[in-house]
């Protein structure tokens, strides 16, 4: 079956940097893209990004480039994404997600798994 | 950016009713709608894709609609495990983006 399997909670200081993991199995890991989002606590979605597993191609929300840094290793099936210069209102949990397509006469792309989210808490 | 408004933001309803939740799109965004499930503490639930194609395993009782711009969730017979808040999302642009979310309480 198939799962994304995210690293654990953080704490971190403002400035410092976090590092998430979300380890992929159940499918084959490059065919689908991978985004990531955000839910600050008690609020709804921010899209942040997406990378392609096939190739580490990357393409970020403008409001986080030069922050934000996604990358992936092929030979362990396990995506990281790398959020730099914390700041108090970064504090949110991470999701990891798998990115599917349906396409017939009506089309999308959708999110059809997702990881169980990373908490990460930044404060003084 | 498309922004996706959602109404109401919260509603309650008996188990056996029927709601209906609307989502607006600032653009026309075709069928790239989908509708997503939260329960607290937990990620997401896909329900619904490309409109109204139903995801894997949820029940009938869900069902979408809609068209260009506007889009409608709607719940039938509503069942206790139904508690949740329920989200609209567009995947027309690049950057993704969600409603605000529908909280949904069982009487």
């Known amino acids: 079956q198939v799962e994304l399997v995210q690293s654990g909670a953080e704490v971190k200081k403002p400035g410092a940097s976090v590092k998430v993991s979300c380890k992929a199995s159940?499918?084959?890991?490059?065919?689908?893209?991978v985004h990531w989002v955000r839910q600050a606590p008690g609020q709804g979605f921010e899209w942040m990004g997406i990378?392609?597993?096939?190739?580490?191609?990357?393409s970020y929300a403008r409001q986080h480039q030069g922050r934000v840094n996604m990358t992936r290793d092929t030979s362990t099936a396990t995506l990281y994404m790398e959020l730099s210069s914390l700041k108090s209102d970064d504090t949110a949990v991470y999701y990891c997600?798998?990115?599917?397509?349906?396409?017939?006469?009506?089309?999308?792309?959708?999110?059809?798994?997702w990881g169980q989210g990373t908490l990460v808490t930044v404060s003084s | 950016d498309i922004r996706m408004t959602q109404s109401p933001s919260s509603l309650s309803a008996s188990v056996g009713d029927s709601v209906t939740i609307t989502c607006r799109a600032s653009?026309?965004?075709?069928?790239?709608l989908n509708w997503y499930q939260q329960k607290p503490g937990k990620a997401p639930r896909l329900l619904i894709y490309?409109?109204?194609t139903l995801q894997s395993g949820v029940p009938s009782r869900f069902t979408g609609s809609g068209s260009g711009s506007e889009f409608t969730l709607t719940i039938s017979s509503l069942q206790p495990e139904d508690f949740g808040t329920y989200y609209c999302?567009?995947?027309?642009?690049?950057?993704?983006?969600f409603g605000q979310g529908t909280k949904l309480e069982i009487k």
């Open positions: 997600v798998r990115r599917n397509i349906f396409r017939g006469v009506l089309t999308s792309y959708f999110f059809d798994f």
């Open positions: 159940g499918y084959s890991f490059t065919t689908y893209p």
């Open positions: 990378i392609n597993p096939t190739d580490g191609s990357t």
């Open positions: 653009l026309t965004i075709s069928t790239y």
């Open positions: 490309a409109v109204s």
């Open positions: 999302q567009q995947t027309f642009s690049t950057l993704y983006t």
